[in-house]
């Protein structure tokens, strides 16, 4: 690892842990380093990530605090504290509210654990997140989850035409291989974390074959 990956480390050791807090010591933008360094660490080291989360809001307000809210949520997630990273969502959707210049994926993400988690109660949170945001779908990955939630509340309630419409757009964005950026051909596309939600829409539309024959 370079000396200017010091904040990116994906593994954590008390050897590790003590370089890095000599490096932030002498750091002049420590509440950036902490945060990408808890982005590292949030699915592998979850409550070491939250550790150093708390230490980025403690030095109060940055330009990637709604970021930050959805590393904590990230983290939250590892440990299954689905409530606590819910909230964390919802933070990092407030922080965009009011400072728009930063936009983060956090309401893609909350609208796929909603349903995810099947929280019923919350699937009109999930449709209104999907609202909001219908214009922001720019790679194969966010039309997938996108479709995915609208055609999974839309089964649930009983809406089949729009169900099996999104169904089949997820799957295609599902199967795409290329992003479309000639020099990123492979950001954005779905890997095996989709796979949940795949097996879902391709339950919607093969049920509804097996209905029509």
Known sequence: MGRQDWY?????????????FAKLK??????????????????????VALDLLERFFDLGETFDLAQAYCDKATALLTLRDIAGAIESY??????????PQVQTNAYLALACLIVRQRLTARYAQALELLQQHRDNLLFPVQVFCWNSVLAIVM???????????????????????????????NLGLVDER??????????????RAASDA
């Not at 990116?8 to 890095?20: G, H």
């Not at 295609?172 to 992003?179: E, F, G, P, V």
């Not at 989709?194 to 049920?207: F, N, S």
């Open 194 to 207: 989709g796979a949940d939600l795949l097996k879902r829409v391709k339950e919607i539309v093969e049920r």
């Open 8 to 20: 990116r480390n994906e593994q954590w050791s008390p050897t590790i842990e003590s370089a890095f």
């Open 90 to 99: 919802e933070a990092a959707l407030r922080r965009e509210d009011a400072y």
């Open 26 to 47: 002498r750091a002049r933008h420590k509440a950036q380093y902490l945060r990408i360094q808890a982005c590292m660490l949030a699915e592998s080291y979850p409550r």
């Open 155 to 185: 089964d649930e309630r009983g809406e089949q035409e729009r169900a099996v419409e999104a169904a089949n757009v997820a799957i295609d964005a599902a199967s795409q291989t290329h992003s479309g950026l000639s020099r990123h051909a």
